[in-house]
């Protein structure tokens, strides 16, 4: 059974941190890329982040560049994702997602290329 269990998400002030974590398990996710995304209400899903399995590469969404850091630790089969200096604007669900690569996907920024999907966890930034 493949599970993807996302935690860490909350209600935070503007300005503020929050570290989200994607646990795995099920599959050796650590020979995978892995990523986020995110869906504000009334909004498509959107590319935020996502790491090579070696965690050598990582690609950033423009909104977030500069704000969020993407790591991984493959001894625990987990992602996390650093919020800093967090904006009203990214209140979302944020979900991680597994790639079927251990690089990312040419079109990384696309959820079509995962296959693999946790249940999501919320994120409010209040102004």
């Known amino acids: 059974q493949v599970q993807l269990v996302e935690s860490g998400g909350g209600l935070v002030q503007a300005g503020g941190s929050l570290r989200l974590s994607c646990a795995t398990s099920?599959?050796?996710?650590?020979?995978?890329?892995m990523g986020w995304f995110r869906q504000a209400p009334g909004e498509e899903r959107e590319f935020v982040s996502a790491i090579t399995w070696s965690g050598g590469s990582t690609k950033y969404a423009d909104p977030v560049k500069g704000r969020f850091t993407i790591s991984r630790d493959g001894a625990k089969n987990t992602v996390y994702l650093h919020m800093d200096s967090l904006k009203p604007e990214d209140t979302a669900v944020y979900y991680c997602?597994?790639?079927?690569?251990?690089?990312?996907?040419?079109?990384?920024?696309?959820?079509?290329?995962?296959?693999?999907w946790g249940q999501g966890t919320q994120v409010t930034v209040s102004s």
């Open positions: 099920g599959r050796a996710f650590g020979q995978y890329a």
């Open positions: 997602v597994v790639s079927s690569s251990r690089y990312l996907p040419t079109s990384y920024y696309r959820p079509d290329s995962y296959d693999y």
